[in-house]
T-cell receptor, first 117, second 107 residues
Framework: DTGVSQNPRHKITKRGQNVTFRCDPISEHNRLYWYRQTLGQGPEFLTY????????KSRLLSDRFSAERPKGSFSTLEIQRTEQGDSAMYLC???????????????FGSGTRLTVV | GIQVEQSPPDLILQEGANSTLRCNFSDSVNNLQWFHQNPWGQLINLFYIPSGTKQNGRLSATTVATERYSLLYISSSQTTDSGVYFCSSGSARQLTFGSGTQLTVLP
């Protein structure tokens, strides 16, 4: 497995446009997370999936944000009507869950850097 | 929610030196993880360490869950150790990260 893959690596968009990011987790990982990181800060939680079910959403996730994980495989994060304050690095991570998991540690992707102009 | 305090915020070392990074938590420690973010932005998981001590090469970590803190030890530092070190704690569904320790190792 090549790890967690995120696309695109960079995205520049005009304010008001919609953008969509994709995350492909490690295949045997059933947990998937989205985080956002701004300059000089640690990652902030956005949302969590177990398989295809979205089980947790942060208050940071306004109604302009939506995330999906169809069939419990890859995930997409869409931002509608982007604002300059949405400029950040969007990080995806995956991890194992279940009784047989001895290490619940996250594996992060390389992130998608969004710039809203 | 839980507050995560990391110290020191910045650290400059000469290559070969040892260092200790600390995380204090305002609430019970769960699913504690240490990460290294390299200068290219990639977050690498160093340790999943909810309690006890683990070692991986020149790095080791200790978590004292009853006292709500964790330590990351870096021995014989190398320039490639430069970057930001984050600790995090939380539920299985989400982690809260500290603001990080910016480490610079000089040749």
């Amino acid at each position: 497995d090549t790890g967690v893959s995120q696309n695109p690596r960079h995205k520049i968009t005009k304010r008001g446009q919609n953008v969509t990011f994709r995350c492909d987790p490690i295949s045997e990982h059933n947990r998937l997370y989205w985080y956002r990181q701004t300059l000089g800060q640690g990652p902030e939680f956005l949302t969590y999936f177990q398989n295809e079910a979205q089980l947790e959403k942060s208050r940071l996730l306004s109604d302009r944000f939506s995330a999906e994980r169809p069939k419990g495989s890859f995930s997409t994060l869409e931002i509608q009507r982007t604002e300059q304050g949405d400029s950040a690095m969007y990080l995806c991570a995956s991890s194992l869950a279940g009784d047989q998991a001895r290490d619940y540690g996250y594996t992060f992707g390389s992130g998608t850097r969004l710039t809203v102009v | 929610g839980i507050q995560v305090e990391q110290s020191p915020p910045d650290l400059i070392l000469q290559e070969g030196a040892n260092s200790t990074l600390r995380c204090n938590f305002s609430d019970s420690v769960n699913n504690l993880q240490w990460f290294h973010q390299n200068p290219w932005g990639q977050l690498i998981n160093l340790f999943y360490i909810p309690s006890g001590t683990k070692q991986n090469g020149r790095l080791s970590a200790t978590t004292v869950a009853t006292e709500r803190y964790s330590l990351l030890y870096i021995s014989s530092s190398q320039t490639t150790d430069s970057g930001v070190y984050f600790c995090s704690s939380g539920s299985a569904r989400q982690l809260t990260f500290g603001s990080g320790t910016q480490l610079t190792v000089l040749p």
